[in-house]
């Protein structure tokens, strides 16, 4: 069956430093990536979506690029800040059928 | 934008016990609702999909007489832990969909920790 395998957390940075959680992913056909945001008390938040190869989702600065080749989905951030501390959740889907999740990855970014 | 309640957000509760876990779609009607269920440093899992006045489809493996659903109304699905037991402790969490919207238009409850003695 369809599967997502991510990084394990928890990954501490400083603030402002390079930010890479890895995804990938296991699946037939043509899925949908998706990566979702957890913050502290707070449910799941759509961060960034692709739906086809070398689409590159982005959103408040963070983004990640449809892979079909590596089958990956990597996430990315050039400078995080604290406000970015939160579990990251790497997940897949094909039309209106389950989403399909990662582990989550937490990050926790220290002043 | 849409927001997806849940109740309560954790709970500790006897072996042997039943406990119940609201979820609630505040700002839109939702005729399918979604359960996952997260144990410590594995994924989440989609438990089963609620149907609004219809049975609910579990997936393979999840005991269907044990987690029992109710989805009486367009904005309220109930997940039922019955006869609850140390190994039902992990983290569940809700969704829920618009009708008519796309998968990325899942919205998400915040989750409950059951802990079970």
């Known amino acids: 069956g369809d599967s997502v395998t991510q990084m394990e957390g928890p990954v501490t940075l400083s603030e402002e430093a390079f930010l890479t959680i890895n995804c990938t992913y296991t699946?037939?056909?043509?899925?949908?990536l998706f990566w979702y945001v957890q913050y502290p008390g707070e449910g799941l938040q759509l961060l960034l979506k692709?739906?086809?190869?070398?689409d590159k989702g982005s959103n408040k600065g963070f983004e990640a690029t449809y892979r079909k080749e590596t089958t990956s989905f990597h996430l990315e951030k050039g400078s995080v800040q604290v406000s970015d501390s939160a579990v990251y959740f790497c997940?897949?889907?094909?039309?209106?059928?389950?989403?399909?999740f990662g582990t989550g990855t937490k990050l926790q970014v220290i002043p | 934008g849409a927001v997806v309640s849940q109740h309560p957000s954790w709970v500790i509760c006897k072996s042997g016990t039943s406990v119940k876990i609201e979820c609630r779609s505040l700002?839109?009607?939702?005729?399918?609702m979604f359960w996952y269920r997260q144990f410590p440093k594995q994924s989440l899992m989609l438990m089963a999909t609620?149907?609004?006045?219809?049975?609910?489809?579990?997936e393979q493996g999840v005991e269907k007489d044990k987690f029992l659903i109710n989805h009486a109304s367009l904005t309220l699905s109930t997940l039922t832990v019955t006869s609850a037991h140390p190994e039902d402790s992990s983290f569940y969490i809700c969704?829920?969909?618009?009708?008519?919207?796309?998968?990325?238009?899942?919205?998400f409850g915040s989750g409950t920790q059951l802990s079970v003695l």
């Open positions: 969704s829920a969909r618009p009708p008519g919207q796309d998968i990325e238009k899942l919205f």
């Open positions: 699946a037939t056909g043509y899925p949908s």
């Open positions: 692709a739906t086809k190869a070398d």
């Open positions: 997940a897949l889907s094909k039309g209106y059928q389950k989403v399909t």
């Open positions: 700002d839109f009607q939702a005729t399918t």
């Open positions: 609620s149907n609004e006045g219809s049975k609910a489809t579990y």
